[in-house]
């Protein structure tokens, strides 16, 4: 066997130093390369135990020597006849076929129709530590899937960068971000990247108007980044109130299909639920989220409108309008009316401190102590 094109062991990739990793481009490069939610979150591994294999994008089969296949099958590439140039042995022809392969790999894993649901990780899994894929997290310089317990070791070897486990953690998820296809690059890198996953981000993902939403709100504050933190308030906020919607009607699968004049009481209720209305005493628990959703969910709707009219569909965008009349006339009445009595109420219940008698004369004091050093001064 010709060791120095044997790349079926993943210690020759280690060992590289960083040069040797040519992959400089920044992650959100491949931001559109979108990753099924079936793929990136609950992916099989490589059938355990097998030999390790490498995928050649050329052929599109799983082989086993990837350096050895290349030179036999695939010698009038392009890429391979500028590897050929090299003697074997080389150090830097092992440089090019291993960015070839993690290439190719790359392609392999973020491609469904490819791997139908399974990935090829950088070492294989220990078989009693049953492990799936969302133990895998990509590399966002190499952009190959390592564990998560490793991934922030081989990350600050692979690119020399002085990596916390979150900037490297944010830098992976910026790279395999599995969000909907319209989610525009600001939108990932700056605002979901930073995210917590958990549901009420998983939510929103996948909703074509959120994520409209999430960009349009991009679009608009693009030049401060301490608006991102803004947006992120808002996308969670509408996340909490999908989950409300989806609780309160099974039919609901988007946001733009209870966006109705029908489903009117519905909103009203599920902005209640997030805001954490109490029938009894009439109070919101949170009156201000419920004043902002009810904002949120007005503005979306009006974006809801102009994609009709853009669309040329009279008879939803007539239904829109409708929806948006009963929003300006209902939200007064059924939530802005009630968010002021209790911010009122609030404002009255809190206590403030006065300072005591005592501490107003020490002040007074101390201030008289300053205007006569200062008139001294002055003379
Ligand atoms: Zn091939
Ligand atoms: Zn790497």
Redesign the pocket.
Known sequence: MNTSENFGSTTNLNNLSQDEFPYSEEPNTIQNTVLSRKNSLSCSLEELGVQKRYF??????C?TNFGR??MT??RTENEVTSILKYPKGNPLRLKKIATLRNEFQFKYNSNPNINNGKIIVKRRPNLQKNRNGKHYKICPSCKQMYSILSLRVHYSKCCKEDSSTRSSMVKSKQAQMSVHKDASKRLIKFVLANCRNDEVIEEILFDDLCIDYGNKLCRTYRTNEQHNGMIRTRLREMGKFLIEIKKQNKNIFQLKDVLLPEHYDTIINAINAVAGYDEDTGVYNAPSTAYNLGLHVKQITQQLQTLYIREANVEKRSAVADLICLMNEGFRTDINKTVSENQCLKRRHKKILLPTAEDINALKTFLDKEKDLERLKGF
């Open positions: 050649c994008n050329y052929c599109e089969k082989v296949h290349l099958v695939h």
